[in-house]
């Protein structure tokens, strides 16, 4: 059964850097049909999108936040992470690692259980 | 970029109650839409893919129907293990967006 699970701080200060790291078991993160995304969620809000990456390298990002946001993967570890730049309060949330498949198709048939980031000094 | 809409925001019925859910594209996305439930403090569960199928283990009573703009999300017979809030979810184009979401109780 494949499992998903994030980790990272929890309290991030204002301009810093948010670090997030998903750790996937069960399967492998290099495998040719899928792609490994972030998704998160302020608290009682929604769902956005904040980007996917592929075994290879080869990253998505939500243009919204592309000028902040770096993903990468190492397959050794078969971990892949994020990186939030320049954060505030507004990216005070419930981040999740996720896994879907191809970028024309995305739907996440498994989820990490989430990480609470708060941005506040 | 498309928007998504969900009505009901909320809404509240009793166990054995037809509950429905419209979610409804700016522009035509096809069938390129799923349905997830997200219970409280857990992460969101895919039910529905591409509009109208169902995700292996989901129970049957949860269907999907629609494409182009207009989709539906429907459960046959309300349960108190439903209570959720239900996000529609469109891939047709970069970047998925999901839809605000329905909460959904029991009254």
């Known amino acids: 059964q494949l499992q998903l699970q994030e980790s990272g701080p929890g309290l991030v200060k204002p301009s810093e850097t948010l670090s997030l790291t998903c750790t996937v078991s069960?399967?492998?993160?290099?495998?040719?049909?899928?792609?490994w995304g972030w998704i998160r969620q302020p608290p009682g809000k929604g769902l956005e999108w904040i980007g996917s990456?592929?075994?290879?390298?080869?990253?998505y990002y939500n243009p919204s936040l592309k000028s902040r946001v770096t993903i990468s993967v190492d397959t050794s570890k078969n971990q892949f992470s994020l990186k939030l730049s320049s954060v505030t309060a507004a990216d005070t949330a419930v981040y999740y690692c996720?896994?879907?498949?191809?970028?024309?198709?995305?739907?996440?048939?498994?989820w990490g259980q989430g990480t609470l980031v708060t941005v506040s000094s | 970029d498309i928007q998504m809409t969900q009505s009901p925001s909320s809404l509240s019925a009793s166990v054995g109650d037809r509950v429905t859910i419209t979610c409804q594209a700016s522009?035509?996305?096809?069938?390129?839409l799923n349905w997830y439930q997200q219970k409280p403090g857990k992460a969101p569960k895919l039910l529905i893919y591409?509009?109208?199928n169902l995700e292996t283990g989901v129970p049957s009573r949860f269907s999907g129907s629609g494409s182009g703009t207009d989709f539906t999300f429907t459960i046959s017979s309300l349960q108190p293990e439903d209570i959720a809030t239900y996000y529609c979810?469109?891939?047709?184009?970069?970047?998925?967006?999901f839809g605000p979401g329905t909460k959904v109780d029991i009254k």
């Open positions: 522009q035509d996305i096809s069938n390129y």
């Open positions: 996720a896994r879907h498949e191809l970028m024309t198709t995305v739907t996440y048939d498994y």
């Open positions: 990456i592929y075994y290879s390298g080869s990253t």
């Open positions: 979810q469109q891939y047709d184009n970069l970047p998925p967006l």
């Open positions: 591409d509009a109208s």
């Open positions: 069960g399967g492998s993160i290099s495998s040719s049909s899928y792609y």
